[in-house]
């Protein structure tokens, strides 16, 4: 493995374990049923934005004049990332869980490559089409194997719900383009997620003081909170933003989908979920796809390579 492969393996790796903090979310939830979920993506959000300025305030304020110029492109990633757990957990409350979740995490991927086509124009190779497509038939066999025709009948807004996933999908798929944009503008990827995700936590602060109220009626629901908040989303986007600067973004959010195979892990060990052989099906065409992605995105060619800011 040469230079340039280990460069990118380094941030496949970070982005791999990004998503395995993202996957510890919902189980986390799960026991804090009190807290709604919007309150949840509000009080992570927020946490995570105020960790974010905290750690990297010095850095912030070295780069000011970098950032002021880039303002407008900051501004519309930020407004992506505070408007994202908006419709995701609108999209599980219209469709159902595991079909929101499957439509938002399957289409970011898609969305990611369709916006470097057109934007950056950049090449679309058949192993991102296929790594990509066996990703989104995985996410598809488990939603499918959580549902039943029952459960899909008592979502009336299914459609609109399906709607709002892909919107979702667009919506990370557009902080990610724009902040591997800056970064690869000179701006140090610290600094790229700190005032991204710092500015999304501000717009964010009136729905917590709107929904937040159970997180404090029990030192249990604070302590989700706090977890959610501090580790999965401050640490994950300090992985996340790493990882930007080493691969490209359609890879990055392909490699989200190792999230609900590590959700659905826990949910089997921790709270006794079952996954039907459908389910199991479905966790193998996702594995597949990480390993289409691994393989040709840290062994592909020098000239595809994404360097260093």
């Not at 996957?23 to 009190?34: H, K």
């Not at 892909?166 to 690869?184: N, R």
């Amino acid at each position: 493995m040469n230079s340039d492969q280990k460069y990118q393996f380094s941030g496949i790796l970070c982005i791999l374990i990004a998503s395995a903090l993202w996957g510890t979310t919902g189980v986390a939830a799960a026991f804090s049923p009190q807290v709604s979920p919007l309150a949840i993506g509000a009080v992570a959000m927020v946490l995570s934005g105020i960790l974010q300025f905290l750690f990297n305030h010095n850095a912030i304020r070295k780069n000011y004049n970098i950032i002021r110029q880039y303002w407008f492109l900051i501004l519309v990633s930020s407004i992506a990332l505070a408007v994202y757990p908006l419709v995701f957990y609108t999209s599980m409350h219209l469709s159902g869980v595991a079909i929101g979740n499957s439509v938002t995490i399957g289409s970011t991927p898609i969305m990611s490559i369709v916006i470097e086509a057109v934007i950056s124009r950049l090449r679309i190779t058949y192993h991102q089409i296929a790594g990509a497509g066996l990703g989104v038939i995985g996410i598809i066999l488990l939603a499918i194997s959580k549902n039943s025709v029952h459960d899909l009948q008592s979502y009336p807004y299914l459609i609109v719900g399906v709607v709002l996933g892909i919107f979702a999908g667009f919506a990370y798929a557009l902080y990610s383009w724009i902040a591997q944009h800056l970064i690869q503008k000179n701006i140090p990827s610290n600094v790229v997620v700190a005032s991204c995700v710092g500015i999304s936590g501000i717009l964010l602060l009136p729905l917590l003081f709107i929904t937040g109220r159970p997180l404090l009626t029990s030192w249990h629901n604070l302590f989700t909170g706090l977890y959610i908040g501090c580790i999965p989303m401050f640490l994950g986007h300090v992985c996340f933003g790493y990882g930007l600067r080493k691969v490209k973004a359609s890879i990055a959010t392909t490699l989200t989908l190792f999230k609900p195979v590590v959700a659905i892990f826990l949910a089997i060990t921790l709270i006794n979920e079952h996954v039907s052989l459908l389910g199991w099906v479905g966790i193998f065409c996702i594995f597949i796809c990480l390993f289409f992605t691994i393989y040709f995105g840290s062994f592909s060619s020098k000239h595809d390579a994404i360097k260093s800011s």
